[in-house]
């Protein structure tokens, strides 16, 4: 069984401040790692993926994680936040398990940027 | 290129009643997928089609809830006799899979029901 853990339903920094949000996971099969970002009232958009090649991922809008097998982590980063990163972000899992590719989500972290 | 497309954005229904949500995936992927989310939660996965095919509905309620995804037209996730906490947002997402798990997934803007 696959899950995810994202420590912090609410992070606030301030603009210019780095922004860092946490994912654990737990998978019994080798993980590949998403992380989604969803902006009020629409749908999720593709950060960032990890896929077992590099472990320094990097994505759009200038967000990168790393993958650290050791930790079981798969955190988000970006070095300096912007107003228009505030919205809701998921990190998830999934990894072929009789064929399907499901995702697993973690309950998300609403991230805040304050000017 | 049009991303995935979901119709109705907003369903209001009344307990007992039906409701029919929409998904006409990116073109050229034939793989569909329909989370659910919960408020204050995240995306749970309900099921996974392909053209005339259930491939996994694990994550689907046994009873009064139905999905398909017909050779030709939309994929269509069917609630019968709809209750209160049927309330959510349901999103569908489509992929290509070219490559297993690595594939991405590509969400539309999801459904969000509400019941009355």
């Known amino acids: 069984a696959q899950s995810v853990t994202q420590l912090g339903s609410h992070v606030s920094v301030s603009e210019g401040a780095l922004v860092l949000l946490r994912c654990n996971y737990s998978s019994s099969v080798p993980p590949y790692l998403f992380w989604y970002v969803q902006y009020p009232n629409q749908g999720l958009q593709l950060l960032l993926k990890y896929t077992s090649a590099a472990t320094l991922v990097k994505g759009i809008n200038g967000f990168e994680a790393e993958f650290k097998k050791s930790e079981t982590s798969f955190h988000l980063t970006k070095p300096s936040a912007h107003m228009s990163d505030a919205a809701e972000y998921f990190c998830?899992?999934?990894?072929?398990?009789?064929?399907?590719?499901?995702?697993?989500f973690g309950k998300g972290t609403k991230l805040t940027v304050n000017p | 290129n049009a991303g995935v497309m979901q119709n109705p954005r907003h369903l209001v229904r009344r307990r007992g009643q039906e409701a029919r949500l929409r998904c006409s995936p990116m073109?050229?992927?034939?793989?569909v997928y329909w989370y659910r989310q919960l408020p204050e939660e995240g995306l749970k996965f309900m099921v996974y089609?392909?053209?005339?095919?259930?491939?996994?509905e694990s994550g689907m309620p046994k009873e009064r809830f139905s999905a398909e995804f017909p050779k030709e037209g939309p994929s269509i996730l069917r609630i019968q006799q709809v209750v209160r906490g049927d309330s959510a947002a349901y999103f569908c997402?489509?992929?290509?899979?070219?490559?297993?798990?690595?594939?991405?997934?590509?969400f539309g803007p999801g459904t969000r029901l509400t019941v009355l």
């Open positions: 998830a899992v999934s990894g072929t398990q009789g064929g399907s590719e499901k995702l697993v």
């Open positions: 073109k050229g992927h034939s793989h």
């Open positions: 089609l392909q053209k005339e095919n259930i491939i996994d």
């Open positions: 997402a489509s992929s290509l899979r070219l490559a297993a798990s690595t594939d991405t997934q590509y």
